[in-house]
């Protein structure tokens, strides 16, 4: 395959000093992230999202942890962070480590993006191997913080908040997991599951005790709000993005890679579940948006069968669960057009100012009026 022009620049940019860490006081939601990334680059547009909202004062991104064994997931994430100014937001790593890289033998057609991101743009991070584990800032960061503050927005498999209810007192806290979580913890969103019942991979695929343990024994007094498959599943995110970022970009360069074949369109699962994570039901003024989502039960709870295999119950008396669904007159090509916008966020800019929101079919009138033409070697 022959690199497009702007991979080329991309490439090139790379070698350029990295940004400064950015030290703006603005303090937003704190949030920590738990993120699968490795094999599919969603992950890249919510790390994204993360870092650009946590830099204009909408997010307080207190650390990213790595659920996934590949060393490149923890490179990659700080290659990320380090593009929008925040190399010293705190990474973990579970172990043990490997040195894996991803191959699509599911359907052959994706690409690996983690270990190239990681080897051709500036990092803070020298070696995964040197980062704390995830109870350990887990622990560490959900006892520093203010009581009821932090939200979790986990985007993998459940393996380290598993660990996280597993962790007796130490000298870190002196609360076991389930009362550090109490205690610390406003909400865990999590994207996993189908809805109202299914099979779906970061529930099943991996590592389904570690998601029977969270589901079971978290904190009937800490909220979770599910974020299923079938929410970003028809929502393509990432159209026309590399006429957006910059060439230079690592969330650009991840995409080309990971989509291939000249796209960068990619379903949205990750980015949806860390913009509801950030902004929660009620939109936001400084990015311009009404209410994103709602909930789409009452009451009840999700209950995982031996396969992995998840399916709500409805059941009055547990009032603390929730799983998502758009907003009334929220499309999902809108929803699509807002992540692809922030995907593509010039990272000095540290404002949350977007573009007027606009669908993407719009989008792609636009484009055919100013009779712009896309050129593409596979």
């Given at each position: 395959?022959?690199?497009?022009?702007?991979?080329?620049?991309?490439?090139?940019?790379?070698?350029?000093?990295?940004?400064?860490?950015?030290?703006?006081?603005?303090?937003?939601?704190?949030?920590?992230?738990?993120?699968?990334?490795?094999?599919?680059?969603?992950?890249?547009?919510?790390?994204?999202?993360?870092?650009?909202?946590?830099?204009?004062?909408?997010?307080?991104?207190?650390?990213?942890?790595?659920?996934?064994?590949?060393?490149?997931?923890?490179?990659?994430?700080?290659?990320?962070?380090?593009?929008?100014?925040?190399?010293?937001?705190?990474?973990?790593?579970?172990?043990?480590?490997?040195?894996?890289?991803?191959?699509?033998?599911?359907?052959?057609?994706?690409?690996?993006?983690?270990?190239?991101?990681?080897?051709?743009?500036?990092?803070?991070?020298?070696?995964?191997?040197?980062?704390?584990?995830?109870?350990?800032?887990?622990?560490?960061?959900?006892?520093?913080?203010?009581?009821?503050?932090?939200?979790?927005?986990s985007l993998g498999f459940l393996t380290n908040l598993a660990a996280l209810i597993n962790s007796p007192p130490d000298d870190i806290a002196p609360l076991d997991g389930p009362a550090l979580i109490s205690k610390k913890v406003k909400e865990l969103v999590v994207m996993g599951g189908q809805y109202p019942s299914g099979w779906e991979f970061?529930?099943?695929?991996?590592?389904?005790?570690?998601?029977?343990?969270?589901?079971?024994?978290?904190p009937r007094d800490v909220p979770i709000t599910y974020s299923g498959f079938e929410l970003g599943n028809n929502i393509f995110s990432g159209e026309y993005l590399e006429d957006f970022a910059l060439p230079d970009s690592p969330i650009l360069a991840a995409y080309q890679w990971y989509v291939g074949r000249c796209s960068t369109v990619r379903?949205?699962?990750?980015?949806?579940?860390?913009?509801?994570?950030?902004?929660?039901?009620?939109?936001?003024?400084?990015?311009?948006?009404?209410?994103?989502?709602?909930?789409?039960?009452?009451?009840?709870?999700?209950?995982?069968?031996?396969?992995?295999?998840?399916?709500?119950?409805?059941?009055?008396?547990?009032?603390?669960?929730?799983?998502?669904?758009?907003?009334?007159?929220?499309?999902?090509?809108?929803?699509?057009?807002?992540?692809?916008?922030?995907?593509?966020?010039?990272?000095?800019?540290?404002?949350?100012?977007?573009?007027?929101?606009?669908?993407?079919?719009?989008?792609?009138?636009?484009?055919?009026?100013?009779?712009?033409?896309?050129?593409?070697?596979?």
């Open positions: 395959m022959h690199f497009r022009k702007s991979t080329v620049f991309a490439l090139l940019a790379c070698f350029l000093p990295s940004r400064a860490d950015n030290n703006s006081s603005r303090r937003g939601k704190p949030i920590l992230i738990d993120t699968d990334i490795f094999s599919d680059v969603d992950d890249v547009g919510s790390l994204a999202i993360a870092n650009l909202l946590h830099n204009c004062g909408l997010a307080d991104l207190r650390g990213v942890l790595v659920n996934t064994h590949s060393n490149y997931g923890a490179l990659a994430v700080s290659v990320i962070n380090t593009y929008f100014g925040n190399g010293g937001i705190p990474i973990a790593a579970i172990r043990p480590l490997t040195n894996e890289t991803f191959i699509d033998t599911w359907d052959f057609v994706l690409g690996e993006y983690a270990s190239k991101i990681a080897h051709n743009w500036p990092r803070s991070l020298n070696a995964s191997s040197v980062t704390p584990t995830p109870v350990k800032l887990y622990r560490s960061t959900l006892s520093a913080a203010g009581d009821k503050s932090m939200t979790i927005i970061n529930f099943a695929g991996s590592d389904p005790d570690s998601t029977s343990r969270v589901l079971d024994y978290w379903e949205s699962w990750d980015p949806v579940t860390t913009l509801y994570g950030i902004l929660g039901l009620e939109g936001s003024r400084e990015l311009g948006t009404e209410k994103l989502f709602e909930y789409a039960n009452e009451l009840g709870y999700n209950q995982l069968s031996t396969d992995g295999t998840n399916a709500w119950v409805n059941d009055s008396s547990i009032s603390n669960q929730h799983w998502l669904k758009l907003a009334d007159g929220v499309t999902n090509t809108s929803i699509a057009s807002l992540l692809t916008q922030l995907f593509a966020h010039d990272p000095s800019d540290k404002s949350c100012s977007i573009d007027e929101l606009r669908d993407l079919s719009t989008l792609d009138a636009l484009f055919h009026n100013k009779e712009y033409i896309r050129s593409c070697i596979p």
